[in-house]
């Protein structure tokens, strides 16, 4: 944060490493469509595809592989929800590839087939309901498709390893019941062709987990796992969740390459700064792989630097921090094969003394203002729990106050949304982030119900009801099962006024909060590294 403008901190992290140390080119590369403010996650999909290889396209005749005589290259999502990630295949590929998708959940495979069939780039493509690890619905395709994208569930908190511990997917290994990312992974693997390209979005716990060390050290092994790139906060369709990407190759012959690429750019504070565009990401990817030169770092290996000059990658004494560094296969299957790539990827920026002390200077008055506006509230009349009357959504939806659309529904500032993934309620406010992982649009009649209101006290009873399906969100039905009180709408707007302020408040603390931790860290490491010295006892 001290370093804010100077350092790789930001979109020039992502950038600087996207470019030759030459400079960037004179002429702009193909436009691509404009794309902005996009939620966490379509732009994790957009990151995905953008990893594909050109040569996911590349049909048979162009790269024969044994016979194999489809006529248009296949991706496959094994899990796609809604079909994020097939949309954003079909936004960079269009109709060059097929697109096929298995989800679990039937409503949301519906609305997959939907999407891909609304698309206006998308060629052929196929959505199947049912459960991919047990009924996998295209077991035609084992080692045919050209190209795999996942971002497998995240309510799972297991997987049916007693059933399912003699499937041949698993080639790396019979993960432990609580590894289920590592089943994905495979199941993603055993789909690929020879030369096939896969990327799989994981919890860093998949990158560390003891219990995973014996499949993470045969991926090494074998030479099918390419990349890991950690990315920014903020990224993970799950709230609050960071993600790491796994990129998989199925060998042709001979391994080609005894390195695995490492790319930390979890350093990266602000959503604002990160790329939407496949064409940043896909350069960054490249430049990372070619190999870009540097010094060895502490797993050994070169790194790719940025921040030299003018955020460019620079030579090795520019001193800039290191974003990827290519890893030997031997020093990752040296110990617990670690597969975080801040263990082997500098991305540290120096910050002085002055940087950090003006920063420190602003974050404090900055806490001093948000402690001003703090909330403070009066005792209940009674301090017995109010005894309110409540009315259900359904008996709110019968009598026209609310009416309850699907997720396709485009929402109205003030509407409010019901969000996948057990994220909270919230009221659209006009913007692209309404289309966020909508479950369900509930339009309000505001002549008789507060937007705030109902979000927030709907939020607090549908925390109480399970959801039983992939996109982690309440059905339709448990939807109307929910209750809110019954109130005067001075009194729900009363209400619905404090909520948001508080929503608010809440939003500029964990902001606050981020920025404080990067300074603490910052300065941590000035102490420890010699950059920064403990104040003296007359300072």
Do not use: K
């Not at 959940?105 to 519906?110: L, M, N």
């Not at 607090?460 to 809110?484: F, K, M, Q, Y």
């Amino acid at each position: 944060m001290a370093t804010a403008g100077q350092t790789e901190t930001g979109t020039q992290a992502v950038e600087a490493a996207a470019w030759p140390s030459a400079g960037r080119p004179d002429e702009p590369a193909a436009p691509e469509p404009a794309v902005t403010s996009l939620a966490a996650g379509d732009l994790l999909a957009r990151v995905i595809a953008s990893l594909l290889p050109p040569s996911t396209t590349a049909g048979i005749e162009e790269r024969p592989v044994d016979g194999l005589d489809d006529a248009l290259p296949v991706v496959l999502d094994p899990a796609c929800a809604a079909g994020t990630l097939l949309t954003a295949v079909a936004d960079r590929f269009g109709d060059r590839v097929r697109l096929l998708g298995q989800e679990i959940d039937v409503p949301a495979a519906e609305s997959a087939a939907l999407n891909l069939r609304g698309h206006p780039l998308a060629g052929p493509g196929e959505i199947r309901a049912g459960d991919s690890l047990r009924d996998n619905r295209f077991g035609e395709f084992l080692g045919r498709a050209s190209a795999v994208v996942c971002e497998p569930p995240a309510n799972q908190s297991g997987w049916p390893v007693e059933e399912l511990m003699t499937d041949r997917r698993w080639e790396f290994g019979i993960p432990a019941p609580r590894d289920g990312e590592l089943v994905w992974v495979q199941h993603c693997y055993a789909h690929l062709r020879p030369r096939g390209t896969a990327v799989v979005a994981v919890p860093p716990r998949a990158c560390v987990a003891p219990s995973g060390q014996p499949v993470r050290e045969a991926l090494v092994r074998a030479g099918a796992l390419r990349a890991v790139i950690a990315l920014p906060p903020g990224m993970s369709s799950l709230p609050g969740a960071d993600v790491c990407l796994w990129v998989l190759r199925r060998p042709y012959g001979d391994v080609e390459d005894a390195a695995v690429t490492m790319i930390d750019l979890s350093g990266v504070a602000d959503m604002a700064d990160v790329p939407q565009q496949f064409a940043v990401w896909r350069r960054l990817f490249e430049q990372a792989v070619g190999g870009s030169p540097g010094p060895a770092g502490p797993g050994g290996g070169t790194g790719a630097r940025a921040g030299a000059g003018r955020g460019r990658p620079g030579p090795a004494d520019a001193g800039g921090p290191a974003v990827s560094r290519a890893v030997p296969r031997l020093r990752l299957l040296d110990g617990d094969t670690n597969l975080l790539p801040s263990r082997y990827v500098t991305i540290r920026a120096e910050a002085s003394a002055d940087d950090l002390a003006r920063v420190t200077s602003r974050l404090q008055a900055l806490y001093a203002r948000v402690g001003q506006g703090l909330p403070r509230f009066a005792p209940a009349a009674s301090q017995a729990q109010p005894q309110r009357a409540y009315v259900t959504i359904g008996e709110l939806e019968r009598v026209g106050a609310l009416t309850i659309r699907s997720r396709e529904t485009t929402p109205r500032p003030g509407d409010v949304l019901l969000r996948t993934l057990g994220r909270p309620p919230a009221v659209a406010t006009g913007t692209d982030a309404d289309d966020a992982g909508v479950a369900q649009v509930v339009e309000l009649d505001p002549a008789r119900l507060d937007a705030h209101f109902v979000a927030t006290f709907l939020r607090a009873d549908a925390n109480a009801l399970p959801v039983a399906n992939t996109l982690g969100a309440l059905s339709r039905e448990d939807l109307r099962r929910c209750r809110i009180p019954r109130m005067p709408l001075a009194e729900q707007r009363r209400y619905g006024d404090e909520f948001r302020r508080l929503g608010e408040l809440r939003d500029a603390l964990s902001g606050l909060a981020r920025l404080t931790a990067t300074v603490i860290d910052q300065t941590v490491h000035g102490l420890t590294t010699g950059t920064l010295a403990p104040r003296g006892p007359d300072r």
